[in-house]
């Protein structure tokens, strides 16, 4: 034995003995090169969420393996038997150092024989080459081997797959320990992918045992499966087995104890699957369940009394009772638990009450329960509680729209009994209490946001006030004022009318304070005036009358913010003071004084319906619209503004001085000039305003030579250009402008040139040519554009060939056709052509899309209950137009008339061109147009398919 052969041996021995210590050490794995496969991979799998990767150590024997998750569950030097280590085997240990160090003795005594046979060869050079060789085959021999065995199991999990593509989707994926993930190359990687989740629908119980051979398996989910329960015991020793996903099955006592049996189960779901309390109560014996599910199911909360899974147990899916129940759950002394769901798909609501009492929880951040449910809850030290939500998404359309017409739902949380305490990180509550009996909010110190609402709402009808009691309702005021807090409260729909406000100002916390359709008057708002530290108020459903707005500004010191209804003021002074930052109103009506002066802070749109004897708007940079219904007056002044995003004027007197000051605004995206004194000069200045999207100009004095220079214009929807003098070379600048969809282009003098441009606004959708001089030639290329869905030809003399080129349109949904010199016949064909198609007879006003265009900011801020009862009279009156011949009038209605009146009639958001809309049981669409305190409403009536299509119209002053 030669020196040189011992340090070769050695040299082996520590080359081994190192690839040992670096295979069997823990490390933690990565994921990587996630694909999905089966029946149903085009959809994203509804697995629940995976824990984190697992730490593992041993090679070519796994003697550990432990999650995180586990370690924080159990604790890591908690006896192995508990479950902290999903694997842990000193045999297996020993049998990689054993087979190591069989390795390094191994190589040490071949090199030591090679050594000898070498020196004692009569032919050195052969020996030595013959002993190389052999050495290079195993090095190459050994890893092939190795990684041929992962491209064996690789197979056996293809082969799987391919057994259960029909019936199931399936994700695998390759884990590599984090540390060499970013080594591994990936022509290799394939071989090391496995199955992690498989979603199976309707499995059978042999494909079910395929499954249970899987060992590799996160995450299974069945769909209403039927198969044999005792499978489910197959899946013990399923080492990363964290999540089982059970939906609609039926399952008995023995079933869930199998369930429970899983050793290494953290996230459980049986939504929408049978059971009854008794089996549930297998589920007791788990200890180390995370995430639980069990929404949807006939589970009674009553019988949840402490399970052993209450120890490890953070998000929670309990279903709440169903309609004409109810039920209970007590909660106390959970330490992990962080968020719980109390709900049901039901869309059915359930007057029964559900009492929740939760306490002692320190980790419970979220509350979530459902709005169609009646609560009374108790939450009494949960110090780390964020938020009690009430499903907030069925306000969304979608899920508003899964409800019946009839149906009405609580505004807010709906509740009987509140008690609260000891809640430090409450911010925000919003509670709806028409039937509320009792109320303990305990110390409101760091609550910033209160709101008590009595309203309902509806998919179809929006929103109606619920009864509440009022002496409930006064002794949360007497709460209040004895509190703390909180930083903000919102009444919405309260019986407060004639209840004493004034002990509200003993809470010097409050910071803001609305009060919304709650029929307080003015007097109430004046008891207010000792809370000095109020930054903001609003307040709906109470019109202040004289200088009501001058008492508030001097009576609340600090105030930033004020929304209030202005309807019957006569007086808006905003000048000695400029603390202001926002003030909001609905239209002033009755204003016979209106200045700001010096508001450099003040944000607000202003709209003034009638015609003031002093309007001064001088250096109010903020101001966001202005709409002044009435002409312009010589002795109004404006100057200083820069913000303006939205503005309307007209008459004579609106000058080129008073448009310079709106178009130095950069923002200013909706303009409405109408039938001003311009010069081209100014009126070429429109064009240098590129943010523009709705442009209206009627009778402005706009020409060909003008909009020449509009070019910049490009991101217009909305041009008005009636009653102006414009031909072939504006129509061309309207067709190059790709966004455009709606134009007005009334009383414009067409000749030959500016007909056949017409035909290229392929982009327009709504069309008004009023008054025009068409033929059935012009007409017929205009009507080629698939796009078109509204057009007005009032005035124009339609002939009948003009009538067959209409009768062909297929994409026209809504024809005005007044004044058109139409004979019965004509008309008739009209209707008949396209039952889908909305023809009307009755002209448009000069200004109603005027209006309709300029005054959609405003519209959208006006609250809809103000314009609800008007709208249904007009409704009941038109539809007593059409059932007795005779001109409606809705406030003369008979009293078998009056009774047609549909209660839950409700208006809604504008769409373009329709700033309003009614919904109603025998109304499907309408338009309403408002211009100087009037409103015109077209109700269109559900008819069958071989009968014509009526329309009827009605007048009213607004309220």
């Known amino acids: 034995m030669t020196s040189k052969g011992v340090q070769t041996g050695i040299l082996f021995v520590v080359m081994v003995m190192a690839i040992m210590v670096a295979a069997n050490l823990p490390y933690e794995f990565a994921q990587l090169d996630e694909q999905g496969g089966g029946v149903m991979s085009q959809s994203a799998p509804r697995f629940l969420p995976s824990p984190e990767m697992p730490v593992m150590a041993g090679w070519p024997f796994r003697y550990s393996v432990y999650y995180n998750e586990d370690i924080q569950l159990f604790g890591k030097n908690e006896n192995f038997a508990n479950g902290a280590y999903r694997v842990w085997s000193l045999p297996k240990l020993l049998a990689n150092l054993s087979l190591f160090v069989l390795v390094a003795a191994f190589l040490f005594v071949i090199v030591q024989i090679r050594e000898r046979r070498i020196f004692r060869s009569s032919r050195p050079r052969a020996t030595r080459a013959f002993f190389d060789f052999a050495f290079a085959a195993s ?92 499978l489910l015991s197959r899946f013990r020793d399923h080492t990363h087995l964290n999540s089982v996903r059970l939906t609609r099955h039926v399952l008995d006592s023995d079933d869930l104890q199998r369930i429970a049996s899983l050793p290494y189960l953290r996230k459980l779901s049986l939504n929408r699957s049978g059971f009854t309390d008794e089996a549930f109560s297998q589920l007791n014996s788990c200890q180390g369940i995370t995430h639980l599910d069990v929404a949807e199911t006939p589970l009674t909360l009553s019988t949840i009394n402490n399970p052993g899974w209450s ?9 709440r009772p169903r309609s004409g129940k109810a039920d209970s759950l007590k909660i106390s002394g959970w330490p992990r638990l962080s968020k719980i769901f109390v709900s049901r798909r039901q869309r059915v609501s359930n007057e029964q009450v559900l009492e929740l009492d939760f306490r002692d929880l320190p980790s419970l951040q979220s509350i979530r329960l459902d709005r169609l449910q009646k609560h009374s809850l108790t939450l009494i030290n949960l110090p780390v509680l964020r938020e009690i939500e009430d499903a907030p998404e069925m306000e969304s359309a979608m899920a508003m729209s899964s409800f019946s017409e009839n149906q009405w739902l609580a505004g807010s949380l709906w509740v ?11 911010k925000s509550l919003d509670l709806h209490v028409s039937d509320l009996e ?33 002496e409930v309702c006064q002794a949360i005021i007497t709460m209040l004022s004895e509190g703390t807090g909180p930083t903000s409260v919102y009444f919405n729909s309260l019986p407060l009318g004639d209840l004493d406000l004034s002990s509200l100002s003993q809470n010097k916390r409050i910071r803001s304070l609305s009060i919304s359709e709650s029929g307080i008057s003015f007097e109430q708002v004046k008891s207010l005036d000792q809370m000095d530290e109020l930054t903001s108020l609003f307040i709906a459903g109470c019109s202040l009358a004289d200088d009501g707005v001058a008492w508030i500004l ?78 312009w007056q010589p002795n109004f002044k404006l100057s200083g503004l820069r913000d303006i995003e939205w503005f309307a004027a007209g008459g004579r007197a609106f000058n080129d001085e008073m448009l310079d000051v709106v178009l130095v605004c950069p923002r ?5 000039v109408a039938y001003p004194t311009l010069s081209p000069d100014a009126l070429r200045k429109v064009g240098e305003i590129p943010r523009m999207t709705i442009l209206s100009l009627p009778g402005a004095g706009v020409t060909d030579e003008v909009t020449a220079s509009w ?13 102006n003098s414009i031909g072939q070379g504006t129509l061309a600048w309207l067709a190059g402008i790709p966004s455009l969809r709606t134009a007005s282009l009334n009383r414009i003098s067409f000749d030959d040139e500016t007909r056949a441009a017409l035909r290229e606004l392929r982009q327009v959708t709504n069309l008004s040519l009023q008054d025009a001089d068409l033929d059935a030639d012009a007409l017929r290329p205009l009507l080629r554009n698939d796009a078109l869905e509204f057009l007005d030809l009032s005035g124009v003399q339609l002939s009948d060939d003009m009538v067959t080129e209409l009768n062909a349109n297929r994409s026209l949904k809504i024809l005005r056709v007044a004044d058109c010199g139409l004979s019965d016949e004509q008309s ?132």
């Not at 071989?191 to 992690?196: A, D, P, T």
Request: net charge negative; aromatic share 6%.
């Open 311 to 319: 120890q490890s147990v953070e998000t929670l899916y309990l279903p």
């Open 438 to 470: 009792k109320i303990s909010l305990g110390d409101l110190s760091n609550l910033q946001d209160l709101a008590l609402g009595a309203y309902q709402m509806s998919s179809q009808q929006g929103l109606r006030k619920a009864d509440a009691d009022p």
């Open 416 to 426: 009987v009994s509140v008690n609260l305490d000891g809640l430090p990180s409450l």
């Open 828 to 959: 008739t064909r009209l209707t008949e052509s396209d039952p889908g198609r909305y023809v009307i007879f009755h002209r448009e006003r000069p200004t109603e899309r005027f209006l309709t265009s300029s005054m959609v900011a405003d519209l959208e801020d006006l609250a809809p209950e103000r314009f609800a009862k008007q709208l249904r009279q007009l409704a009941s009156a038109a539809h007593a137009a059409e059932s007795s011949g005779r001109d409606a009038d809705p406030n003369q209605l008979t009293e078998e008339e009056d009774n047609l009146l549909d209660p839950d009639v409700h208006v809604g958001p504008h769409r373009r061109q329709r700033p309003f809309r009614i919904v109603g049981r025998n109304f499907v669409k309408s338009v309403v147009a408002p211009d100087r305190g009037r409103v015109d409403v077209v109700v269109f009536r559900d008819v069958p398919q071989d009968e014509p299509e009526k329309t009827v119209t009605a007048k009213t002053d607004l309220p």
């Open 139 to 230: 090095i190459i021999a050994v890893p092939a081997l190795v990684l041929g065995n992962f491209y064996w199991v690789r197979q056996t999990h293809v082969q799987t797959m391919l057994s259960l593509s029909e019936k199931c989707s399936m994700e695998e994926s390759v884990w590599v320990p984090r540390a060499f993930a970013r080594h591994v190359p990936s022509y290799i990687r394939p071989m090391f992918s496995r199955l992690r989740r498989i979603r199976a629908y309707r499995l059978p119980d042999e494909e079910l045992r395929i499954v249970s051979q899987v060992k590799t398996l996160t995450d299974f989910e069945s769909i209403d499966g039927k198969f044999d329960g005792e």
């Open 711 to 723: 070019s910049r214009l490009s991101t217009l929807w909305e041009v008005n250009l009636d009653d």
């Open 668 to 672: 200013l995206e909706r303009l409405t």
């Open 554 to 631: 001097d009576h609340f010191p600090k105030l930033k913010h004020l929304n209030v209804e202005c309807g019957l003021l006569k007086r808006l002074d905003i000048a000695s003071q400029n603390r202001l930052t926002k003030f909001s109103s609905p239209a002033l009506e009755e204003i016979e004084h209106f200045r700001i002066l010096d508001q450099p802070l003040l944000e607000g749109e202003f709209r003034i319906a009638n015609t003031p004897e002093l309007m001064q708007i001088l250096n109010a940079p903020k101001l966001k619209g202005l709409a002044f219904e009435q002409p």
